[in-house]
């Protein structure tokens, strides 16, 4: 089996900004796993809030090359077990390698990846479309740019009501809102009441991550639910969030991939917690592999590629929120 590291930056449409940066490029790494004539596909962007860097991953991956080699024909979960144990400290890396080889997996076997799972696509839910902060009438601006059903509003400013409030007023879109961070949890008690008047869904990652006496008290107190990103990163972290979140966003480069996300969302759901996946602003390859794992969520942030002024690959639609997948097997993806 062949690995193909291909390095991309990726450009946005719009400055993106959230509570502690702001970007106008992404860069990506593209994963590709060659055997059989057959390839499979997969993603990591950098990120330095987890310490993520395209070097990195790119000096790691080569050095697993001849172990990659001689892995053809495993299954998913056994290639996954093999690969955390060399790349335990570079989960972006190992997401990256883990989607390329559930692609190619179900390329081989002939079906699509929610096929292979035996997953029923009949209930998915919409995606919602992310606006960055910014001056409150670019926001509005960017939402008559794509008029979508659901948005995902970035907060953690010194004006996050007025922010909704005045978004509110141009649109009856399904408002979520996302504070990376950026609030306490009295400040996430209060605003709750005010947003929640507001037509928000939810609040996402509203205090610091290891805050957990604050995640507890809000848990407790808050109107509106809570939702864990920063705070629930890997598989272990699903139990810790129990009774302080009332449910998760599984990021795949967090946790190291499709193979351990499943795992944790099914973990989620028998805790009773609500699920959701969200993505990393990849390119149409890292959407297209979240697409596959649509019938185990509540809730998908999966607008990373809407985001892009230029994408680097086709596989799945999307369209008002809805997703359309591709007509290939495995995640359904090809790079442009």
């Given at each position: 089996?062949?690995?193909?590291?291909?390095?991309?930056?990726?450009?946005?449409?719009?400055?993106?900004?959230?509570?502690?940066?702001?970007?106008?490029?992404?860069?990506?790494?593209?994963?590709?796993?060659?055997?059989?004539?057959?390839?499979?596909?997969?993603?990591?962007?950098?990120?330095?809030?987890?310490?993520?860097?395209?070097?990195?991953?790119?000096?790691?991956?080569?050095?697993?090359?001849?172990?990659?080699?001689?892995?053809?024909?495993?299954?998913?979960?056994?290639?996954?077990?093999?690969?955390?144990?060399?790349?335990?400290?570079?989960?972006?890396?190992?997401?990256?390698?883990?989607?390329?080889?559930?692609?190619?997996?179900?390329?081989?076997?002939?079906?699509?990846?929610?096929?292979?799972?035996?997953?029923?696509?009949?209930?998915?839910?919409?995606?919602?479309?992310?606006?960055?902060?910014?001056?409150?009438?670019?926001?509005?601006?960017?939402?008559?740019?794509?008029?979508?059903?659901?948005?995902?509003?970035?907060?953690?400013?010194?004006?996050?009501?007025?922010?909704?409030?005045?978004?509110?007023?141009?649109?009856?879109?399904?408002?979520?809102?996302?504070?990376?961070?950026?609030?306490?949890?009295?400040?996430?008690?209060?605003n709750a009441k005010a947003l929640k008047e507001l037509g928000v869904e939810f609040i996402e990652?509203?205090?610091?991550?290891?805050?957990?006496?604050?995640?507890?008290?809000?848990?407790?107190?808050?109107?509106?639910?809570?939702?864990?990103?920063?705070?629930?990163?890997?598989?272990?972290?699903?139990?810790?969030?129990?009774?302080?979140?009332?449910?998760?966003?599984?990021?795949?480069?967090?946790?190291?991939?499709?193979?351990?996300?499943?795992?944790?969302?099914?973990?989620?759901?028998?805790?009773?917690?609500?699920?959701?996946?969200?993505?990393?602003?990849?390119?149409?390859?890292?959407?297209?592999?979240?697409?596959?794992?649509?019938?185990?969520?509540?809730?998908?942030?999966?607008?990373?590629?809407?985001?892009?002024?230029?994408?680097?690959?086709?596989?799945?639609?999307?369209?008002?929120?809805?997703?359309?997948?591709?007509?290939?097997?495995?995640?359904?993806?090809?790079?442009?």
């Amino acid at each position: 089996m062949q690995l193909i590291l291909r390095p991309y930056v990726l450009k946005l449409k719009h400055t993106f900004t959230i509570s502690r940066e702001s970007r106008d490029e992404q860069p990506s790494l593209i994963v590709e796993l060659k055997d059989d004539g057959k390839s499979g596909f997969g993603e990591a962007t950098s990120n330095p809030y987890y310490n993520a860097s395209i070097k990195e991953m790119t000096n790691d991956l080569k050095q697993l090359e001849p172990i990659i080699a001689d892995s053809s024909g495993m299954a998913p979960e056994e290639f996954w077990e093999k690969m955390k144990s060399q790349l335990s400290h570079n989960m972006f890396a190992l997401c990256a390698l883990d989607l390329a080889y559930n692609d190619l997996y179900a390329r081989k076997e002939g079906k699509k990846l929610y096929e292979l799972w035996d997953y029923d696509i009949s209930n998915n839910p919409l995606t919602d479309y992310t606006i960055g902060i910014d001056t409150i009438e670019k926001m509005v601006s960017k939402m008559k740019e794509l008029p979508w059903p659901i948005y995902k509003i970035k907060l953690g400013s010194d004006r996050d009501i007025e922010i909704i409030t005045e978004l509110r007023k141009h649109t009856d879109a399904v408002f979520r809102v996302d504070a990376n961070c950026g609030w306490t949890a009295d400040e996430t008690i209060a605003n709750a009441k005010a947003l929640k008047e507001l037509g928000v869904e939810f609040i996402e990652q509203p205090l610091p991550a290891d805050d957990w006496e604050g995640h507890k008290k809000v848990f407790e107190h808050s109107v509106l639910p809570i939702i864990a990103d920063e705070s629930c990163q890997v598989e272990a972290d699903v139990e810790k969030c129990y009774q302080h979140f009332h449910g998760v966003n599984v990021k795949l480069t967090k946790c190291g991939g499709l193979t351990p996300a499943r795992r944790m969302l099914v973990k989620a759901k028998q805790l009773g917690m609500k699920t959701m996946v969200g993505c990393m602003t990849e390119s149409t390859v890292g959407i297209s592999a979240i697409a596959h794992l649509l019938p185990l969520l509540d809730y998908v942030d999966m607008d990373g590629a809407l985001l892009l002024a230029n994408d680097i690959a086709t596989g799945v639609r999307i369209e008002n929120g809805e997703i359309f997948y591709s007509d290939l097997n495995g995640t359904g993806v090809t790079l442009t």
